[in-house]
């Protein structure tokens, strides 16, 4: 069974710092990359972050370049989102993404995890 859970989102003041996690089972995790969108209320879901099947390779939106981080522990099977100088502008729900390398049609996805920025 494909599983992917996120965890660690939250309320967090402008400014701060917080970072999402995302524990993947019931698949190859090595063999897909992994990414993180966000939904904000009202509006579509972003592209985030992407990182490579080997991590070696991370793609960023625009407007978090410089502030967000993804990496993954492909031992551990599970990717991370490390948020800093956070903006009231990222706050949303955050998905954590599994598409396999060779065959896009193998997609999963999270049930996301709310990130609220605010004082």
């Known amino acids: 069974q494909v599983q992917l859970v996120e965890s660690g989102g939250g309320l967090v003041q402008p400014g701060g710092s917080l970072t999402v996690s995302c524990a993947a089972s019931?698949?190859?995790?090595?063999?897909?990359?992994m990414a993180w969108y966000r939904q904000a209320l009202g509006k579509e879901r972003e592209l985030v972050a992407r990182?490579?099947?080997?991590?070696?390779?991370?793609n960023y939106a625009d407007s978090v370049k410089g502030r967000f981080t993804i990496s993954r522990d492909n031992g551990k099977k599970i990717v991370y989102l490390q948020m800093n100088s956070l903006k009231p502008g990222d706050t949303a729900v955050y998905y954590c993404?599994?598409?396999?390398?060779?065959?896009?049609?193998?997609?999963?996805w999270g049930q996301g995890t709310q990130v609220t920025v605010s004082s």
């Open positions: 993404n599994a598409r396999n390398v060779v065959d896009w049609r193998y997609e999963y």
């Open positions: 019931g698949f190859t995790f090595s063999n897909f990359a």
């Open positions: 990182v490579s099947s080997s991590g070696s390779v991370t």
